[in-house]
């Protein structure tokens, strides 16, 4: 084993809720058969090589705080070396099934564009083997086009078509990787698809554009053979001032105006859905609802602050209600649980780094169990299903599946005098039961 | 002419923009010829019967303000129409071309949904007699379907089929009265179409009502051969907690889905863009690039609030590009600019409704005269077109046809060792360009 | 006992954790004992009479859903005292020991001062005869001056001297009723203390005013020899644009500029804390830096909307960290925990009102009790003084209580070439200690 | 000259409001007299150093694209020569009063903090000599205290007395130097005073340790004899979660809880006040009222977005109510307008730099302009004072100077039977009033 800021650190392991030792997961018992299945296989913990190996600590007003060794000076490559042992150092300690990387993040970039694609499969090789010996495989890959002073004006969507050009062949090397490694999907984040101000922008033609490179990437994924899902990460703006992938439901109108909404799924982070003024159980609903839900970035917002803070998730509600309609929809499939989440500025020790995933992925756990247990036993579905259950009877199945005209429904309501009553929303009774099931650690 | 709250004030005329008379429109003249035809057919503007009519300046915290004769105690239908001479003494005043309406506007709701739609058929000819001598027409009618206490938990989305029902039986007659008398639009805003929690909500069901309903009324539309455009009202929220109808982008996703992206268009209201984190000229760019551009609520709202404040327009930099992406898409064609907007509270007199609307008027006028004045210079478009340029060259049409794949794009790139060079997006210089342009007088 | 809508309703009793009665209270044990003292006599819980006993449901778009017996048509003083019977009744079912009330929700108003106030006087006595056989105590009185037209401009802050005088006087005969009735406080909200728009505002005379106002009630108080407190309840905004008690810190610049800020403290809403941007324990962490925490109305906000929900509460952690700093800042002394929280729209029957307290009851205490437990447990206070330990050095002493000049200080940094080290913050091992503090039920 | 990148730039003239020269100013004629002096001598005009020498164009999900000659490697002191020499060809170019500094901004910090405080010297020293040939002035100068990690967990209210002491030797450093420089004020911005998160926070040992420094700072002041004002600069959050001088009203309270009220003004920031929820003429106005305006940070922000976008002003309704707070509270004195406003990431061209002042000094002056008009004018003042014409009647006079006691004024109202009647507020009237004042460019 490499000699990593994390080697110091026993593998975390499954203690129970009454265990006291802080490093021990009290919930995310990986091998629990829930709902038929194994919790790590509902879940599919990944660990994101940008948050967790590649962030500084630094903000907008201020440097980096986190000072790695593979951060300091040094042959490009020997240190992407170093920072690979410490992931997979990283990987051992967390005990969790996935990870998932920016070619950005794992290998340097050089000065051209063969440079840096060769330092790419450098790189991919050398985790390549890495994962020989290990048990952490990878969730999903993705090309950053975002950081580099070439993407300032939008990748696919840039006014300068050289620079659309360039991402093509970035993504394209990153599908291949992405293949090479294994990967179960291949994401696309479009930071900057969007606009500054929409006063030097031709909205229309960007789209076009960024339909046109997905197209592109779909059409590549099958000639390739690559089985995995293609997924866009809504975000409504940060760092742009809009970002055309600004929801769950604005990305499913984007598929479907260019045909793809059979090809392409959504990797829904909960921040983002802050940002954009939703929860994230409503993205998660949303995306369920029109038959996108691919995958998710979990971490937490602060809905006082107008920006990505990428926190390591402690809401117990809104991540049990979020669990709640991933089952519903069928749970995760190839997707995941990547922690889209980075340590806090101040909290710049390898050992914060490890309390946090240990938090995070203890909350989720508890959260999906309870989930679980909420649809297991039925009550809270079952008030559900009576609200809706008009809507079973006969006459409304007829209107509901088109047999009737507006001018029949009309004439039946006008001949039968309808006069509908109203029924309590039952809303505090719901959130009561809630609850007690939610803020109960008897799971 | 009946004797009225508003019979006292002289018709407002064009006096240009050198006049003191607070009352004269200093840019509105109507009459006067840009690009092609008189400003009156390309803003069509609109007196709201609800906000100039029927608003009593209730708030949350407190009771009515206004107090107009019609809303005494009395028999209701004589009541409606001392309203509707009111109504049609304000339109002669603004002479403005056209009005709007919602059925529980300019008609009483009695206890039954018969004598309801009674009521509304006798009004809906008395303001058809009102018409005959009255220069002013309808641009769009609409019915209320988010006041009364039946809509409590949605109108087509309720859980219950019979609220279902009865919103079938009032938007028929609805759009009966909208097509007897003249109207050019038909608008839904649907208000309780959402959710007021996630909790108690099956929200896949609620979409497939809301689809169902609105297939039903494009196809009546079709069978009475209602000539006007349908319309959706987007906004994200309020009363809701959510409305599924949350922006352009979303309503674009939303017809989509139930294929209906060719025949009903959007509504576009400016506070509900504030709502939605958007901008007005936004929605109008994005319902533009969909091809789903209807028609405008022209309004304000204070983007330090987070409800629908509805005030009168004052931001001209915000309606001068909003006019710009108009003209941009080809104009409002059957649509028009309705004043979807209050007089304040405290802004009780009938004097005050008369400024609300002159200085409203004036301002749209004047965006939309400079707007045109900056198409017709041609300096800033010649930015814009210069910006994407690049993409006219051949190469770059081939990728944007998709005559080219993922892999040959890569291989030219990576064989032509591109190395696309940053260029200014010149943002400051655009917008010095444009105040120059906003804030003159000279047009 | 009368016959009202919450007649045929038990008293909810306390019955454990483990109790699956819905109307049962599973942590509200009014009797035990925690920190020497019954949680009853901790959290002081009280019915608010306006959200419990006046609200119809009705929204900006929206008319009533809510109708009680009293809000029919009537004699104004019968119907009162109908409202009242049902109040409390509902105090009885409620088991909780206190009820809030404005002047306007529990008298009617009439067409004169005189009237109005005699009105008043009446139902104070009633009140004070159904206190005689109830064991519910008056928390605070308050006066409504916000809803009747004659408020729009403002209360104290009006334009016109006679609204300045009519609040006067109400307030004068809202606190002699206040010291009737045994109120432990008296509360002012300024709803309309603020401005719609600055531009017609002159915000130094209406602050003056509002300062005389106070120092006026706060002269009275000495001299009609009422020993509560008297309270500020800070807004943010709505229904005005701007409310000067904006927040707690803005409360106590305001106190001090007129030289009240030993008489008057605050009463602190969630709902508003979250309108303000603030959370609610950093209101009451606020208030208690400055020695003006007062009391608190116990609700919750939406962050993703806009306006005051006033929903009851289900966020157990933002409770617990509330009662953690509302403990350390010494209780809340003649305060208490005010439900100004009202049940949703579609929550219209009386078995809703009754869920609705039964689960907010249940959270505060659930919450007080965590607290406690948290605080006599001393981990999480420990790494808090762990972290300002430096600060009881010597030196640090020294500089912190004045005793060293700037230059002092930078003589000796220099001399000593100082060099400070970063710390962790331990954000995430802090919130993983309390995610396994509050989300457990074993308290 | 220097040969610097600014070099090829002729300084920018004024040239009138016809002038279609972009880079000549419209309507800032420093020397056209208003109210009795030059414009340029009530406006005090600074270029930020460290906005527009220092900023490299990265954000959070993005690298520089600004590079300019002296950001490369390179003896350090050698290097900031460079800037300083670029830093005068730019204030020649913009031909503006004054600048402001950070002491990083202007001297590169060294390893250790007597090196750091020796490189300041040399450079204030070299920047002394530069001052003697150029017209340009120093308005204020500050310590920056946020961006070292150092400073990670606060600067002043860091739990580390050690960096309290380091701060404190800071800015007694830079205090001198601004007063060897002339500088007319000393801010202090506390970018990280304040809170990431409440949980590992002593908010009133932290509120204790800032009044400290703060009493240090104003104690040096009149011990070295330095005449400008000590200023400080609210913003409510980022990079923090919370910074305690949220706003104008929280700063005052701060103010007078530590007694400084007469000692300290506030330094207010437009995108600051956008951020807190206010408006720039809110902050404008409270200050006033307050009676602690200092200096103005001109930009603004996108109250769309939720983070400091701090661009180049162009809203000139803002500025004009702005510029009309700032006449109304007797101006600036020793303050200015100090251009806190960075060009875009996509504007790294010198010449965005120079066109980005032009037209935000243009914006400036032109508001001052219609602000001063809209005085001398005085039909706006003449409606505000009519609004309160009534307070100044005997009888309100007499309760507003406190000679009547709540039960005088009450009895008095009740005697009269007082029945105040409501009086438009005239919101839409001002507003049109106020359209045609500043919408115009004939000043």
Chains 1, 2, 3, 4 share one sequence.
Not at 30 to 37: S, T
Not at 336 to 362: L, P, W, Y
Request: aromatic letters at 10%.
């Amino acid at each position: 084993m490499s000699n990593s800021v994390f080697s110091s650190f026993e593998t975390v392991k499954f203690e129970g809720a009454d265990s006291s030792n802080p490093l021990a997961y009290r919930f995310y018992d990986a091998e629990r058969v829930v709902m038929g299945k194994p919790l790590k296989d509902h879940l599919r913990f990944a660990v994101a090589y940008w948050h967790s190996l590649a962030m500084s600590g630094s903000d907008p007003f201020g440097g980096p705080t986190i000072n790695r060794p593979w951060m300091a000076a040094g042959d490009p490559i020997a240190q992407a070396k170093v920072k690979a042992d410490a992931a997979f150092d990283l990987f051992r300690v967390l005990d969790l099934p996935f990870y998932c990387f920016h070619d950005a993040d794992m290998a340097p970039a050089a000065d051209t564009l063969a440079e840096t694609l060769k330092n790419f499969h450098t790189m991919a090789d050398y985790l390549g083997e890495k994962m020989q010996s290990s048990k952490t495989k990878l969730l999903w890959g993705t090309a950053n086009l975002f950081s580099a002073p070439r993407f300032m004006a939008g990748a696919s969507t840039n006014p300068d078509p050289e620079v659309f050009a360039w991402c093509a062949a970035t993504i394209k090397h990153c599908m291949d990787v992405t293949k090479q490694l294994g990967g179960s999907n291949y994401v696309l984040w479009g930071g900057r698809e969007g606009y500054e101000t929409l006063l030097n922008t031709n909205m229309k033609h960007e789209l076009d554009q960024m339909g046109r490179m997905l197209s592109l990437v779909v059409e590549y994924k099958h000639k390739i053979g690559f089985d995995g899902q293609i997924l866009i990460e809504p975000k409504p703006k940060e760092p742009t001032s809009h970002q055309y992938d600004f929801d769950a439901a604005t990305v499913y109108g984007f598929l479907k105006a260019y045909g793809l909404e059979n090809e392409v799924r959504v990797n829904l982070e909960a921040n983002h859905a802050t940002l954009a003024g939703h929860s994230f159980e409503h993205e998660i609903a949303t995306a369920s609802a029109f038959g996108i839900l691919g995958s998710l970035d979990i971490n937490r917002g602060d809905a006082l602050l107008g920006w990505d803070t990428d926190q390591f998730p402690n809401d117990l509600w809104t991540m049990t209600m979020s669990m709640y309609h991933v089952i519903k929809a069928g749970g995760l499939g190839k997707g995941g649980c990547n922690f889209d989440a980075k340590v806090r500025r101040q909290s710049f020790t390898a050992e914060d780094m490890i309390h946090a995933h240990v938090g995070g992925a203890d909350l989720c756990a508890r959260a999906f169990l309870t989930a679980a247990k909420l649809i297991e036993d039925g009550k809270y579905d079952a008030i559900l299903a009576e609200r809706y259950a008009g809507w079973q009877q006969p006459g409304a199945q007829a209107m509901f599946s088109g047999k009737q005209s507006l001018e029949d429904i009309a004439a039946w309501a006008e001949k039968e005098g309808i006069n509908p009553q109203p029924r309590s929303g039952k809303q505090e009774q719901i959130e009561n039961l809630l609850m007690r099931s939610i803020y109960t650690d008897k799971i």
